[in-house]
Nanobody, 115 residues
Framework: QVQVVESGGGLVQAGGSLRLSCVAS????????RAWYRQTPGKPRELVAF???????VYADSVKGRFTISGDNAKKLAYLQMNSLIPEDTAVYYC?????????WGPGTQVTVSS
């Protein structure tokens, strides 16, 4: 059974930084893509960033230049470094691993940015 767990969320003032971490346990095939999503109440989950197994990263326009995604496929790790946080970044952040078309999700970690 595969489990994905995020950590690193919390409360931070605008302009501050947080680093989210994610680890997957269990057995599954090679990770094709690691991603971070976020969701606020009443809105659909939105993609924040993803990185492929070859290292290519893509970011939502709203976080470009502020967030950096990274990780280690072999160790089933994913990170999201978030700098220059703004109140609009407040959301529950979810880690996602994709392995040959199958998605694995964590329960989410709350990030709150105060103004």
């Amino acid at each position: 059974q595969v489990q994905v767990v995020e950590s690193g969320g919390g409360l931070v003032q605008a302009g501050g930084s947080l680093r989210l971490s994610c680890v997957a346990s269990g057995t599954f095939f090679s990770i094709n893509r690691r991603a971070w999503y976020r969701q606020t109440p009443g809105k659909p989950r939105e993609l924040v960033a993803f990185i492929t197994s070859s290292g290519s990263a893509v970011y939502a326009d709203s976080v470009k230049g502020r967030f950096t995604i990274s990780g280690d496929n072999a160790k089933k790790l994913a990170y999201l470094q978030m700098n220059s946080l703004i109140p609009e970044d407040t959301a529950v952040y979810y880690c996602n691993f994709n392995s040959y078309g199958r998605d694995y999700w964590g329960p989410g970690t709350q990030v709150t940015v105060s103004s």
